[in-house]
């Protein structure tokens, strides 16, 4: 920092720019409260909220760049809990459709306090929203309306993935140019994926004035970095964003981390698989019950069986009920984290219970050109297999069926997991974590559960914190039979 100081890399920019830079070597020694949360603050997670308070003191906008799975919204909920219900004016949350319902998952479990409105979909009132402390939002809502986000002003304008705005001349980076508020900050795991225009863009939203116009910038840095490949400019340029970036890796908290952290993320159906879900939903709601009223639940068991298995192809793999007419939106997301994790080069298993979710899953893997490695119950040489994978450091994803991958193997190369579509029978998840979390691995683990919403996967996981014993007797080992399964658990499960 004295460096950066020494040579007025930033005195012209900031007002009182010697304190300031001096400030952040003694943010460790602030007297930013942590507020209270449902949930212990990590001591690296309590340095990144100081961090946070410390830029929001003095009007700057900084980069939280934490690693993966690191907890970036638990961070950015404690600053919004030390910010509200004070502050009058909203937050705008900017964010992937995909990350919709998680952020809402997360504020209510950590502070259901902070009041929020969705602003999405087709029913949508931006008065009401500001009513509320923070509105979550997606880029392309804001790209779409920004005529009137524009005329607003908000205390915080936050962008989670902002890499979204990587591109200088899309009209996402164009349109967050636009909005007006006291404070800026982004989330991103990966805030520089492939050239350092990507990193102008970020630092035109955060700290518009830091380094003037984008052909300035191109003078600068960009040209006699990327073109003469010049250190001393790297270096310049290094110190003087380091302090609005504030990166973490797994290994650099390791001691700090549980071995294993699970977490679920929900998903929203499209509009056209919301339609044929409730169409199978409500044909097999009837049949089941007239079934059942006639036979009893015992003699049912083929109409339950055929219900439920259908209904769970449908809120997780689409594509296999509708000749591949209806995109799978799991499938979006699962490869946003994957980009993310692969660029901090991770390796990754990702388990699901259809063969049609592999295909799907490939194809995407090769259009965006990721190797990766498959295994299902053809699998011959599953030995040589997992030896690749587990030595190959080219391939980063290994692609299974949790039948055939839940037992006996070794893979401790991954150390993030997703479960595509979540299973009746808890163990049968858990051991197909711990062919990764198992005596040999040396890093944290990260376990994700792709759930979808308003769907069979949303009860399963429901009934599964109310009525644990019925998912160890639900079904059995060859789904043959169902177990305490009676009519009120038929209800809840078919049932709108």
Request: proline share 3%; glycine share 4%; net charge neutral.
């Amino acid at each position: 920092m004295e460096e950066l100081i020494d040579e007025k890399i930033a005195a012209e920019i900031f007002p009182k720019s010697r304190e300031i830079f001096l400030g952040f070597n003694n943010i460790k020694n602030s007297i930013f409260e942590v507020p209270v949360l449902n949930a212990q603050l990590r001591e690296y997670q309590k340095q990144g909220y100081q961090w946070i308070r410390y830029l929001q003191q003095h009007g700057l906008g900084g980069c939280l760049a934490d690693d993966m799975g690191l907890g970036k919204t638990i961070q950015t909920i404690a600053l919004l809990a030390s910010v509200y219900p004070e502050e009058k004016k909203s937050t705008l949350i900017v964010m992937p459709k995909s990350l919709l319902f998680n952020w809402e998952v997360e504020i209510n479990k950590f502070k259901p306090e902070l009041t929020y409105y969705v602003y999405h979909g087709a029913n949508r009132d931006l008065t009401e929203a500001k009513s509320k402390h923070l509105i979550l939002t997606t880029y392309a809502m804001v790209r779409n309306h920004i005529k009137e986000f524009k005329e607003e002003e908000f205390c915080y304008i936050i962008l989670d993935e902002s890499q979204n705005i990587k591109n200088l001349n899309s009209q996402a980076a164009k349109a967050v140019m636009l909005l007006q508020s006291k404070h800026r900050l982004a989330l991103s795991g990966t805030p520089l994926e492939n050239h350092l225009g990507e990193l102008y863009s970020l630092f035109r939203f955060l700290n518009p004035a830091m380094f003037g116009s984008a052909d300035d910038f191109n003078r600068y840095y960009a040209a006699p970095i990327q073109r003469d490949n010049d250190k001393e400019v790297m270096r310049e340029l290094r110190k003087k964003i380091y302090p609005f970036i504030l990166r973490r890796l797994k290994r650099d908290v390791l001691q700090d981390l549980p071995d294993k952290i699970e977490q679920t993320l929900f998903v929203e159906m499209t509009r056209e698989q919301k339609v044929f879900y409730e169409q199978r939903r409500s044909f097999y709601y009837q049949t089941v019950k007239s079934q059942i009223a006639q036979n009893g639940v015992q003699k049912s068991q083929f109409f339950i069986l055929q219900a439920l298995n259908e209904l769970r192809q449908i809120a997780s793999i689409p594509e296999a009920k509708s000749d591949r007419h209806i995109i799978s939106p799991k499938r979006e997301i699962i490869m946003e984290n994957l980009l993310d994790i692969l660029a901090n080069n991770h390796k990754v298993l990702i388990f699901v219970n259809y063969l049609q979710a592999i295909d799907c899953l490939s194809e995407d893997l090769e259009k965006a050109g990721i190797d990766y490695l498959i295994m299902t119950g053809a699998t011959r040489d599953r030995k040589e297999v997992v030896q690749k994978f587990q030595d190959d450091d080219t391939v980063k994803v290994f692609l299974m069926t949790l039948r055939t991958g839940g037992l006996g193997l070794n893979l401790t190369a991954a150390d993030y997991i997703f479960i595509f579509d979540p299973w009746w029978n808890k163990a049968a998840e858990n051991q197909a974590i711990d062919r990764s979390h198992r005596i040999g691995q040396d890093k944290t683990v990260f376990s994700y559960k792709l759930v979808t919403k308003h769907t069979i996967e949303e009860k399963i996981i429901e009934l599964q914190k109310v009525k644990t014993n019925l998912f160890e007797s639900l079904i059995s080992s060859d789904d043959s039979a169902i177990k305490s399964f009676d009519e009120k658990d038929v209800e809840f499960m078919l049932g709108a």
